[in-house]
C-alpha cells in the first residue's frame, strides 16, 4: 500500500546513453517528495538536460525507472512542464495563445471562455507580463521570453515542473526579480519541481535540497539539504550565515566533485 514516504517523484538507477553509445547521465537515484523544489547544478554536459529530458519522456530510452506516486511518471495522468533551455514558445502564436493552447492541449483550461480568460490574465500578471500578451515570443527580449515559459508552465498546473536554467541569460537585477516572482508563484501552487542553474546562488535561494552532479558519470550526485535557508525570509536569505555557509558547503563539494 502507498504511504507519503512513497509519495513524489523517485527515480531509480537512472542511466542514459544517447545513440554514441557514451554513457549521458551516470547513476542518479533520487527521490523528491511531493510539493518540494530541488535545485541541480553541474559543469557543463554532466547531463541536467538529460535528466529533465528523461523525466519529461523526450528520450526514446533509458535504464531504470521513474516513478511519481509509485507509477511510471509517463502515465497520462502525470502532467509534466518543462521550461526548456530555448523556452519552446510557439513563434507564430501569440503570448496570449502560446499559454492558452498549452492549457487546450492539456485540458487545463476551463470550459467557460471567460473563466479561461481570467486564468489567463492571472498568470501573465502574476509573472509581470500583461502588457506583452498581444505581442509575438520573437518580439521578445530574452528575459521576457523566460517569463512567458514560466507562467505558461505554472498554467498548466503540472503534476511536476522542470526548469533548464530558466533564468540564464539575464542580468543580475531582472534574475533576482525573477526569482522572487517565481518563488511567489510556486508557494502558491508548490508543485514538484526540479530547476537547473548554473548559478550557485540561485541554487541555494530556491532549492530545498541541492543535488551536485559530478563531472565523472561512475559518481553518484551528491544531494545537499538546505532547509534552513529555504525556510528564511526570501529578503535575509543573501545576508544571513547560513546561506554564507552553504555557499561554502557546495563550493567545497563542487571542488571534490567537478
Ligand atoms: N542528442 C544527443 N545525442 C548525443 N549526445 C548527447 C545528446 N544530448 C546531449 N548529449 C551528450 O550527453 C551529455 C550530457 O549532456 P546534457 O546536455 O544533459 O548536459 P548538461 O549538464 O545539461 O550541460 P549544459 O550545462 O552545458 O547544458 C554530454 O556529453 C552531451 O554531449
Do not use: C
Not at 528523461?54 to 521550461?83: C, D, M, R, W
Not at 471567460?114 to 515570443?137: C, F, H, N, V
Amino acid at each position: 500500500m502507498s504511504n507519503s514516504r512513497n509519495k513524489g517523484l523517485a527515480i531509480k538507477d537512472l542511466k542514459v546513453e544517447y545513440k554514441s553509445g557514451q554513457l549521458a547521465l551516470g547513476q542518479v537515484d533520487l527521490s523528491l517528495p511531493e510539493h518540494g523544489i530541488y535545485t541541480i547544478i553541474g559543469p557543463s554536459g554532466s547531463g541536467k538536460s538529460t535528466l529533465l529530458r528523461a523525466i519529461a519522456g523526450l528520450l526514446p530510452s533509458y535504464q531504470g525507472q521513474i516513478l511519481f506516486n509509485e507509477k511510471s511518471v509517463h502515465e497520462k495522468e502525470t502532467l509534466i512542464g518543462l521550461v526548456p533551455q530555448n523556452y519552446g514558445l510557439l513563434p507564430w502564436k501569440t503570448v496570449h495563445d502560446n499559454i492558452q493552447i498549452a492549457m487546450k492541449i492539456t485540458h487545463t483550461a476551463s470550459s467557460s471562455k471567460q473563466e479561461r480568460e481570467t486564468q489567463i490574465k492571472q498568470w501573465l500578471s502574476s509573472m509581470g507580463i500583461s502588457d506583452l500578451a498581444e505581442r509575438y515570443p520573437l518580439s521578445l527580449s530574452g528575459g521576457q521570453q523566460q517569463r512567458v515559459a514560466i507562467a505558461r508552465a505554472f498554467a498548466i498546473l503540472p503534476t511536476i515542473l522542470l526548469l533548464d536554467e530558466p533564468f540564464s541569460a539575464l542580468d543580475a537585477i531582472t534574475r533576482e526579480t525573477l526569482q522572487v516572482l517565481f518563488l511567489e508563484n510556486w508557494m502558491a501552487n508548490p508543485t514538484t519541481t526540479l530547476f537547473v542553474t548554473h548559478d550557485v546562488e540561485e541554487a541555494i535561494l530556491l532549492g530545498q535540497k541541492i543535488i551536485v552532479m559530478p563531472s565523472n558519470k561512475e559518481t553518484t550526485p551528491e544531494i545537499i539539504d538546505n532547509h534552513l535557508v529555504f525556510h528564511m525570509k526570501h529578503e535575509d536569505k543573501r545576508d544571513s550565515v547560513d546561506f554564507f555557509e552553504q555557499t561554502k558547503r557546495i563550493r567545497k563539494v563542487m571542488q571534490e566533485i567537478w
